[in-house]
């Protein structure tokens, strides 16, 4: 029987891999990675669907699965997305990581050359996260470990986060 691999880990996620499974296993106290999972969201597809499993043992912690991708972090190379893509990638990279809440969707709404459906589920998603934390505490940043490639695709895995880590 094979083991769970940790594959990767952030301020508030670790993530398990079983052998070559097209599945990954999220350990986490993000509270965007349970909107997601509750489908709170805007879905789209420049965002993982993240599914709740269970809880864990420790009670601010949960378990989360979501679909395994291959190009991520080290092996992401913007030159494997469409020329759209390409294209988002750079004009959210441009935004600076510290942009947040209001300033963050008075940025991202003037980037025309991102269609409004993908501004608008990136929106929605930093939006929906007040149900938490002031909006002024919702951030995002985007960069190679935080995004993964998908047929072309690109995928935003981990860009929109709280500062702070513990549930209010």
Not at 99 to 114: A, Q, S, V
Request: hydrophobic content about 30%; charged content about 35%.
């Amino acid at each position: 029987m094979q083991e769970y691999k940790l594959i990767g880990r952030g301020e508030y996620t670790k993530c398990y891999r079983k052998g070559l499974s097209k599945y990954v296993y999220l350990k986490s106290v993000c509270q965007v990675k349970e909107c997601m999972a509750l489908g709170w969201h805007t879905a789209s597809p420049i965002l993982p669907k993240i599914t709740y499993s269970s809880g864990g043992s420790d009670p601010e912690e949960y378990d989360y699965k979501m679909k395994y991708y291959q190009n991520r972090g080290r092996n992401f190379r913007i030159s494997s997305l469409t020329p759209y893509y390409r294209t988002m990638y750079r004009e959210l990279r441009k935004l600076h990581k510290d942009t947040r809440g209001k300033e963050f969707f008075e940025k991202i709404m003037d980037i025309k050359t991102i269609k409004l459906k993908d501004r608008e589920a990136i929106w929605d998603l930093m939006y929906t996260m007040r149900n938490w934390v002031e909006l002024s505490e919702v951030f995002f940043e985007i960069s190679p470990r935080n995004v993964a490639e998908h047929c072309g695709r690109l995928i935003l895995l981990d860009c929109v986060f709280i500062r702070e880590k513990k549930r209010r």
